[in-house]
């Protein structure tokens, strides 16, 4: 049984034969982006954290090497502790080449020795030292003269920096036309939303200035919102335009469109090997849990449709949910819909979460909350009785009183027929169930009508710690 989702296997000659949520068609028409602009531009592929970027570009960069283009793939956040990015970058370059033809990468490092020296910090160091002195405090004279000597100094520096620049691309340019033929270098720059702020401009700033040659696509798999943040921080600003700053960047932005999701719930609920459990031969003898693989999934289904958590998220709650069912033993109700609810609601809303726990809602606020959390809308598409889960939920809140406490969920007329004393905003939506209905049918079940939700509850807060990433 798996407690988390480990990386997928890369097939080199199918790179997505082990993708789940078909985006080898988002591949392919990358791949044709790249070929009609082989000149060189800058893509940004621009999703959400956790939504399966760093997967994507993965698998695409292996179906590129499959397609004869020479592709790196440049992981900024576990190089943001270097100073200047400018070293890793080139660095990375060096894995394209020949080992035993370095020659032009060799010149290409020569070049670029130049641009890698802080030259502003060393020249004013070394002006402190002539003008001022080691003494501080020393008197200083001749101040004009100082300041015209400093700046004609700058003048010179800035000179030969602006020729290095120039001499640095001819070089790189000569190199990348050399390694790659009729298609250009696809350069992919991953992470960099999750960097400091102040190497996530670095890196902007170099690829802009030093590596914008022909035949050089530079693709940023970034969360352009966290990378704005960035922006925000590296210029001490809240009111700096980001997309007009990022916009001198970026050429080209692409977003891949989410998974269906049906697709992914169904992927990852075989992947944690949910049925291991529900399935098995212990299990099966007990008619009564012959149906909670399947409303578990559909619970799933409903609230993913509704909420659309990120895939990491979806991945870090089903994973979470594997863990918690397996305290059950075989011979054990699961209640698995109504299990999943808590769970959920944790995640997504854990101030509900703690109302519940600490029995600090009505019950008819709880039936109130249990509809704004799954949506009426949401009723009719899923075989799933959810009236009977909002009865399953108000009976065992109720229970976890002192008799004194408990409320009166059913009430009886003079002819003996019950009625629900609870108005359930669910059931004006509901076609073939009623609260009343649900409430009978759990009370008159001596094997769990006086079960208390803590059942669940305590099983849910023994993995307060996991953190399924």
């Known amino acids: 049984m798996h407690i988390?989702?480990?990386?997928?296997?890369?097939?080199?000659?199918?790179?997505?034969?082990?993708?789940?949520?078909?985006?080898?068609?988002?591949?392919?028409?990358?791949?044709?982006?790249?070929?009609?602009?082989?000149?060189g531009f800058v893509l940004a592929i621009n999703n959400e954290w956790g939504t399966g970027k760093t997967t994507f570009v993965k698998m695409w960069q292996q179906q590129l090497k499959a397609f004869g283009f020479h592709t790196i793939y440049f992981n900024a956040w576990e190089n943001d502790l270097n100073k200047d990015p400018l070293v890793a970058i080139i660095s990375e370059l060096k894995t394209l080449i020949d080992p035993t033809s370095t020659d032009g990468f060799q010149k290409l490092v020569e070049k670029g020795a130049a641009l890698i020296k802080n030259v502003a910090p060393a020249l004013l160091k070394a002006a402190t030292k002539k003008y001022l002195g080691d003494v501080t405090g020393e008197v200083v004279e001749n101040t004009a003269k100082t300041a015209v000597e400093f700046l004609e100094e700058e003048i010179k520096q800035f000179s030969v920096k602006k020729k290095s620049i120039v001499e640095f691309k001819t070089r790189l340019e000569a190199f990348v036309f050399a390694l790659k033929g009729p298609k250009p270098l696809i350069f992919i720059v991953d992470e960099l939303d999750r960097c400091q702020p102040f190497y996530a401009i670095e890196v902007l700033e170099k690829m802009k200035h030093f590596f914008s040659v022909p035949g050089i696509v530079f693709t940023l798999s970034i969360d352009k919102k966290h990378l704005a943040s960035s922006v925000k921080g590296f210029y001490g600003s809240e009111q700096i335009n980001t997309d007009e700053y990022l916009r001198r960047f970026i050429d080209l932005e692409y977003s891949i469109p989410p998974p269906e999701n049906e697709i992914f719930c169904r992927y990852l609920f075989d992947y944690f090997s949910f049925n291991e459990f529900f399935k098995s031969a212990d299990r099966s003898v007990y008619d009564e849990f012959r149906n909670d693989s399947q409303t578990l999934l559909m619970m799933i289904e409903l609230l993913f449709g509704k909420y659309k958590p990120t895939l990491r998220q979806q991945e870090k709650i089903i994973g979470r949910t594997r863990l918690i069912i397996k305290l059950f033993d075989h011979r054990q109700y699961v209640f698995a819909h109504l299990l999943f609810f808590l769970i959920f609601i944790k995640e997504i809303n854990n101030v509900l979460y703690e109302q519940i726990r600490k029995k600090n809602l009505t019950v008819q606020e709880l039936s109130n909350a249990f509809f704004d959390i799954i949506d009426s809308n949401s009723f009719s598409p899923f075989g799933i009785n959810l009236l009977y889960v909002e009865a399953l939920l108000l009976q065992f809140y109720n229970n976890c009183f002192d008799y004194g406490r408990r409320e009166t969920l059913l009430k009886y007329n003079d002819d003996g027929k019950s009625v629900a004393t609870i108005e359930s905003k669910l059931e004006a939506v509901a076609k073939y169930s009623s609260l009343q209905s649900c409430l009978d049918s759990i009370q008159t079940n001596m094997t769990y009508s006086n079960i208390e939700l803590s059942y669940l509850l305590n099983k849910i807060d023994l993995y307060e710690f996991s953190e399924i990433a």
């Open 4 to 39: 988390k989702h480990k990386d997928l296997v890369i097939d080199k000659d199918d790179p997505f034969k082990n993708c789940m949520l078909d985006r080898k068609k988002y591949a392919l028409a990358l791949t044709e982006i790249v070929k009609q602009y082989s000149d």
